[in-house]
């Protein structure tokens, strides 16, 4: 660590070497604001770099092609961009709002191409979106994609779902619709096949450097002693001979990913600029896949190191001087407290919240909520101005990532739990529910995860074969349940689409050879027509959920009790209850049992509701001052003063 009296120093004699540099690159018109928000964030951004590469005997001009390279970027961001950079800096905190709502979907599965996407923007609107997260669309090796998480340009979107034209005006009528585009941004490691990798694998120094390449065993030996296996099933280890180069690469997901290298300032700065070329499509809200891997150090686990922070802050600096339209949500699936570290108005503004996520599967097969309600009161709070998006999956698998600390406070043993949790959402359970699929059991740590779609996880697929009504029912109400609590809990909920249909597993990919070995495409299911045609029909299961998320959305957006923030868990003298306050105007109870459960009336008066009459906005039914509260099994309220 630099003395902050000289960094400062250094800072300064920097920029003012710069500016003219700077000024060279961008016309009279541009040139003043740019000016401005670097004098804003220069200072974090130097400190930053000079920690990262300041060893380097070139540092100074990394550093100036770095800005040189920033500044071009910003000379091609279009005019209607830069409009929204000023909107958006004016109101910085437009993501909190209780209009807040997301989906997300794969482009081929859900549409086809981009033009399909663009023909369902009103089922976006008609279900209340205002955040769209379409998977990665870019070029991708034609079998070895890992479902496009294999990025063969960062440029080209992939030509059987349109063109990069198509995209950009996708995002502007997006945006004209209420919709903000949400794109990743897979910076960890590129495809086999981008040019990069080819150049590196036709022996180019530069490119070569790009990447970790290794000559023999002895290093990838040394480093593996320490690392996790993510894939241990299709890919086991971390590295990957190259046979035509006689080298090894690092891997750490398949063997057709190849981790970026950003101790090379060179790689920082490509990358930089691959970022800012999404900026520039018009994304508002940039995915960054995979943070926790991108910097490495002998001995460690080589995740959530101090440099990965450091990474993802200076290119959050950057993008507040080129492109602040757009923030960072951190795709960040370990340990809680490492989770929140990449919060931060000046990393990643928004976060998935894996906690919470795999907390609500677990209160439904344990039908209790005490540790959902232990871990939230612990970690729900987080860095000012940022929000958690809020889910009950997605298309990666479920994993047990709750923190033993939490649970063997609670006198829950972490690992038995999770013996148990991999048990009961695999149906190997007596009397489960639920329908899911093992995902990359790890022999060696007994570690294992889960796949399914929200609906087979909670029992619809089990309960239509056994054609039983009381099952059916329970299931939907699962469903529903889970959904309120994303809908009303503080930050932006992100519906999976299909979910919101209750579409059941797909187990077609077990017939495709270069997809059969990865279970999470069961729930990677295509848009059922079927089902969408029914959405209107309260009559129909998927007419059902559809109808009452619509509901609960609209709810949601008409009440700014829902707006970020404001949450305090609330105990309820029942273990089977979930509730919180939001903004102390709405008060949340959710029952997580199959059986009817009351809750005392001393949880309304230790709220200070005592005296007031309520009423439950989403079903109209009233209560009377300091009542006891009954619910219906797997009911929830959202209880207002009447
Ligand atoms: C992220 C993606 C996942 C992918 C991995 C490697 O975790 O969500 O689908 O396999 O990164 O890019
Ligand atoms: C691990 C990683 C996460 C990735 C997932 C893919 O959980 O932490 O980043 O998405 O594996 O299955």
């Known amino acids: 660590m630099h003395d902050p009296v000289w960094l400062q120093k250094q800072a300064?004699?920097?920029?003012?070497?710069?500016?003219?540099?700077v000024a060279d690159v961008l016309d009279d018109s541009l040139y003043p604001v740019f000016e401005q928000r670097l004098r804003a964030h220069f200072p974090r951004l130097f400190g930053l770099l000079l920690e990262l590469y300041g060893s380097q005997y070139d540092f100074f001009y990394s550093l100036e092609q770095i800005l040189l390279d920033a500044a071009r970027m910003f000379a091609r961001r279009p005019a209607e961009l830069r409009a929204l950079d000023d909107a958006r800096e004016a109101d910085p905190d437009w993501f909190q709002s209780e209009q807040a709502v997301g989906g997300v979907c794969y482009v081929d599965l859900f549409a086809?191409?981009?033009?399909?996407?663009?023909?369902?923007?009103?089922?976006?609107?008609?279900?209340?979106?205002?955040?769209?997260?379409?998977?990665?669309?870019?070029?991708a090796p034609e079998e070895n994609s890992d479902g496009g998480y294999a990025v063969s340009s960062y440029r080209e979107v992939n030509p059987s779902l349109g063109t990069t034209e198509e995209l950009r005006a996708l995002a502007a009528e997006l945006r004209e619709n209420g919709i903000s585009l949400v794109l990743d941004f897979v910076f960890n490691h590129t495809s086999a096949e981008h040019e990069w990798a080819r150049k590196a694998q036709t022996g180019d120094e530069r490119h070569q450097a790009f990447y970790y390449l290794f000559d023999d065993r002895s290093m990838p030996d040394r480093y593996e002693a320490t690392l996790r296996e993510i894939f241990p099933e299709q890919d086991p280890g971390s590295f990957t001979y190259l046979p035509e180069?006689?080298?090894?690469?690092?891997?750490?997901?398949?063997?057709f990913q190849w981790d970026l290298n950003y101790s090379n300032p060179d790689v920082f700065n490509a990358m930089m600029q691959e970022m800012l070329f999404l900026a520039n499509q018009g994304v508002e809200v940039l995915r960054l896949d995979a943070v926790a891997f991108v910097w490495k150090q002998m001995g460690t686990s080589c995740e959530n190191l101090p440099q990965a922070h450091m990474i993802i802050q200076a290119y959050n600096a950057i993008t507040r001087i080129v492109a602040p339209a757009m923030v960072f949500k951190s795709e960040a699936i370990v340990h809680?407290?490492?989770?929140?570290?990449?919060?931060?108005?000046?990393?990643?503004?928004?976060?998935?919240?894996?906690?919470?996520?795999?907390?609500?599967?677990?209160?439904?097969?344990?039908?209790?909520?005490?540790?959902?309600?232990?871990?939230?009161?612990?970690?729900?709070?987080?860095?000012?101005r940022c929000a958690w998006v809020n889910y009950v999956r997605c298309h990666d698998d479920i994993g047990w990532s709750f923190a033993d600390e939490d649970a063997i406070e609670l006198w829950i043993h972490g690992f038995d739990h999770r013996q148990f949790l991999n048990a009961f959402f695999t149906g190997r359970f007596e009397g489960s529910f639920a329908t899911g699929v093992p995902f990359n059991y790890n022999p060696r740590t007994?570690?294992?995860?889960?796949?399914?779609?929200?609906?087979?996880?909670?029992?619809?697929?089990?309960?239509?074969?056994?054609?039983?009504?009381?099952l059916i029912e329970h299931a939907v109400r699962r469903i529903l349940l889970i959904h309120s609590v994303i809908i009303s809990i503080g930050g932006i909920p992100l519906i999976y689409l299909g979910d919101e249909l209750a579409t059941l597993n797909d187990y077609s990919y077990r017939e495709n050879p270069a997809i059969a070995d990865d279970s999470?495409?069961?729930?990677?299911?295509?848009?059922?027509?079927a089902r969408a045609a029914q959405r209107h029909d309260p009559a129909t299961i998927p007419g059902r959920v559809f109808g009452t998320l619509q509901r609960l959305i609209t709810i949601r957006k008409t009440h700014p009790a829902f707006a970020n923030g404001g949450t305090t868990f609330a105990d309820t003298y029942n273990p089977h209850v979930f509730a919180y306050h939001r903004h102390n105007s709405v008060f949340v109870l959710a029952n997580f049992s199959e059986y009817e459960q009351t809750v005392p009336p001393v949880v309304l008066v230790n709220a200070g509701w005592g005296t007031a009459d309520l009423v439950d906005l989403v079903s109209g039914t009233p209560y009377a001052p300091a009542q006891e509260i009954t619910l219906a099994p797997y009911a929830f309220v959202w209880l207002t003063k009447g």
């Open 112 to 139: 086809g191409d981009l033009a399909g996407i663009r023909a369902r923007i009103p089922y976006f609107k008609e279900l209340g979106l205002t955040y769209l997260h379409l998977m990665p669309l870019f070029l």
């Open 446 to 470: 007994q570690d294992m995860r889960i796949s399914g779609m929200g609906a087979s996880l909670a029992g619809l697929e089990q309960a239509l074969e056994r054609d039983d009504p009381l």
């Open 12 to 21: 300064q004699l920097s920029l003012e070497r710069l500016l003219p540099r």
């Open 245 to 255: 180069l006689g080298k090894w690469v690092w891997t750490t997901f398949r063997h």
């Open 520 to 529: 999470r495409w069961v729930h990677r299911p295509r848009f059922d027509e």
């Open 336 to 384: 809680p407290d490492f989770v929140a570290q990449y919060i931060g108005w000046e990393e990643c503004q928004l976060s998935y919240n894996p906690t919470l996520m795999n907390l609500l599967w677990e209160a439904l097969a344990t039908r209790e909520v005490q540790l959902l309600r232990h871990s939230m009161i612990k970690r729900f709070g987080i860095a000012e």
